[in-house]
């Protein structure tokens, strides 16, 4: 089973509040993302973050804000949260660093934690 | 950008047949595609993917075929079972690329349900 962790893994709030999503991985990889998946199922690319370097979906509010304390961790900030912040969020992680070719393909892979379900009310 | 077009978005088929997922993709630059499964409340997980240089791709009941030059790939999964019902989703990625967010761009989904 894949090691990607995140907590928690359910997360219900006011409007107006500010939370944060933390994950880990321990598969020793360098690139960790975060997805957004909405009501109807669609994941879409919120960022990127390899070796300090940020890559932002520009759809992507400033009231998100991933956090890296370390090569293990993508934590998601999320200021004055919306209603039409409530998703499914999925952090993952690969091997790969962006932008580079790396003739393993397994190193490609993206896997994924097991999502946090965040309720804006 | 990239943009990944699913179809159908619902599939139903007889336990034993087999079912096709088609993809298409926008950007030519594009160069790895891979599908995801994702049960009910679960993550998405990995079951095959296929690079541009490659045509086709089979893991046991499960195959990736790629035409590069009309930007599109399938999925094919022969003699299904209950346990193949899920939501499937392809993705597209430039594996040179470090613009945008280099995250995958993924299909809208297709529910797959194998009907005993």
Redo the contacts between chains.
């Keep these: 089973d894949?090691a990607v962790s995140q907590t928690p893994k359910y997360l219900v709030t006011q409007m107006g509040n500010d939370k944060s999503i933390k994950c880990e991985q321990n598969l020793g990889h360098d690139?960790m993302?975060w997805?957004k998946q909405d009501s109807?199922?669609?994941?879409?690319?919120?960022?990127?973050y390899n070796n300090k370097e940020l890559?932002?979906?520009e759809t992507v509010p400033n009231r998100f804000s991933p956090k890296s304390p370390d090569k293990a961790h993508l934590n998601l900030h999320i200021n004055s949260l919306e209603l039409g912040d409530s998703a499914v969020y999925?952090c993952?992680s690969s091997a790969?660093k962006?932008?580079?070719?790396?003739p393993r393909?397994s190193t490609?892979?993206?896997?994924?934690?097991?999502?946090t379900r965040l309720t804006v009310l | 950008g990239e943009n990944v077009e699913q179809h159908p978005s619902t599939l139903s088929v007889q336990e034993g047949d087999s079912a096709v997922i088609k993809c298409t993709y926008s950007d030519s630059a594009s160069n790895y595609f891979p599908w995801y499964k994702q049960e009910l409340g679960k993550r998405p997980q990995l079951i095959i993917d296929i690079r541009s240089n490659v045509g086709e791709k089979k893991d046991q009941r499960i195959a990736v075929t790629l035409n590069k030059t009309a930007k599109h790939f399938s999925l094919h999964i022969t003699e299904t079972q209950p346990e193949d019902s899920a939501v499937y989703f392809c993705a597209a990625r430039n594996l040179y690329s470090g613009g945008g967010a280099d995250g995958l761009t993924f299909g809208k989904g297709t529910h797959l349900i194998i009907q005993p």
Excluded at chain 1, 40 to 48: A, D, G, T
Excluded at chain 1, 98 to 102: H, Q, R, S
């Design positions: 894949t690139t993302y997805y109807k199922k669609f994941l879409k690319i919120m960022f990127s890559i932002i979906n999925f993952a790969k962006p932008g580079t070719v790396d393909h490609d892979t993206q896997y994924f934690g097991p999502g």
